[in-house]
């Protein structure tokens, strides 16, 4: 299951996937969604959520290749870490 988990969420290391659950390991005590909320907090998995293309994977290699603007600056990382607010959009190029 936890395979599984890794690679639907971008195919994450066993390291990072490691830290980030000890990092929110605390938070799962008083919030369970806290592990859950900090995946699905990345740019790819946000762009994925809207559904302009099909896959995840899709979504990662166009964030990678053309980049996708957060609160107006173009940004080419698919882990970037997404907060209520930020504005998104997709560049005039792409």
Known sequence: M???LRFFHGKRKEET???LFKTHLNRISLNTN?????????LDR???RIR????IFACHQFIHYHGL?????????PRKEIKIGDILSVPAKA
């Open 69 to 77: 603007e957060v609160n107006n600056s173009l940004e080419h990382s």
């Open 46 to 48: 946000i762009f994925f």
């Open 17 to 19: 996937f490691r830290n």
């Open 34 to 42: 806290s592990f859950f909320t900090a995946l699905e907090s990345r």
């Open 52 to 55: 302009l293309l099909p896959t």
């Open 2 to 4: 936890k395979q599984k």
